[in-house]
Nanobody, 121 residues
Framework: VQLVESGGGLVEHGGSLRLSCETS????????IGWFRQLPGKEREGRKR???????????FYKDYLEGRFTTFSDSSKNTVYLQMSRLKPEDTAVYYC????????????WGQGTQVTVSS
């Protein structure tokens, strides 16, 4: 199993970014992909999930505090899941990880290496 994130970078307050999570090694349509973030100074255990999408039906879940600013969607032809982030705030600065779940209600079993997102004030 492999998950590879890309698309992170430096963006201004109010800007947008799209993260990608390219996956391989499992049946894409049978699993769920979660997006997590690890805020500066936090340990791995402090990673918080911001979204999750079930690839079999496209149903997605989000944390309420995101206020609708993030959207996750998948492209089964590319085995890739995306996280579209808009109206970014400095407090969104974090390392973002995608992770493989059997289903969104389960804990993830595999993680990508992460991609840094920095939002300037």
């Amino acid at each position: 199993v492999q998950l590879v994130e890309s698309g992170g970078g430096l963006v201004e307050h109010g800007g947008s970014l799209r993260l990608s999570c390219e996956t391989s090694g499992f049946r894409f349509g049978d699993r769920a992909i979660g997006w997590f973030r690890q805020l500066p100074g936090k340990e791995r255990e402090g990673r918080k999930r911001v979204s999750c999408i079930q690839n079999n039906d496209g149903k997605a879940f989000y944390k309420d505090y995101l206020e609708g600013r993030f959207t996750t969607f998948s492209d089964s032809s590319k085995n890739t899941v995306y996280l579209q982030m808009s109206r970014l705030k400095p407090e969104d600065t974090a390392v973002y990880y995608c992770a493989l779940h059997i289903a969104c209600e389960n804990t993830p079993g595999y993680w990508g290496q992460g991609t840094q997102v920095t939002v300037s004030s």
